[in-house]
């Protein structure tokens, strides 16, 4: 009797110990190797999708700067291309008046050689004219003697004969004063008098 009424108690204990080892067996694995095994499976992935991002990141931004500088570009050569052409307008709109005040000037430098007395008075009227010309961007010019002829600022009015070849297609004198812009493009040319070497003999 005694014996039967133990064997309850050790099927209870067996039963104890299979439910715990069964609860074990399904319980993950909690040492660190398994823990290391669980992040080596993640990290990888992780990274590779971190550097993906970083990189479309970085390729929208290099594309974004350039068209930034190319915007940048477009936006500074129109804005030249838009002052070249107003000022091309305006020099258009100037021509009839310079024109005059050339001749003008031209009839007061004739004058002053002629007209003894009022030379003077002539003179400062003269300098006054050139003086405006030159506050709206237009200067007088004139080549020295011996500068080489240049049919891009000279137009040949006449010419000196010399047996000097080295003189030969110079300016031997002024007759007229040319005139230009002050960025160098030529309003009128000068008119000169050029030598020209005679053959010897």
Known sequence: MESWGKVPDAMGEDFESAAQATARSAEPDGSPAAAVEADGELEPSSAEGTDSVLGRLDARLAEAQRLLSRQTELTER???ENQSLRAGEVRSAQMPLVRDLIRLSDDL???RSVA?????DLAVIHESL????ARNGIEGFAPAPGERFDPRLHSVAGTEATDDERLDKTVAEVVRTGFRWGSGEVV???EIRAYRATEPG
């Open 188 to 190: 009128r040319v000068a």
């Open 78 to 80: 129109l804005h030249a």
């Open 109 to 111: 430098e004739r004058m």
């Open 116 to 120: 003894v007395e009022s030379a003077s």
């Open 130 to 133: 050139l003086d405006i010309l």
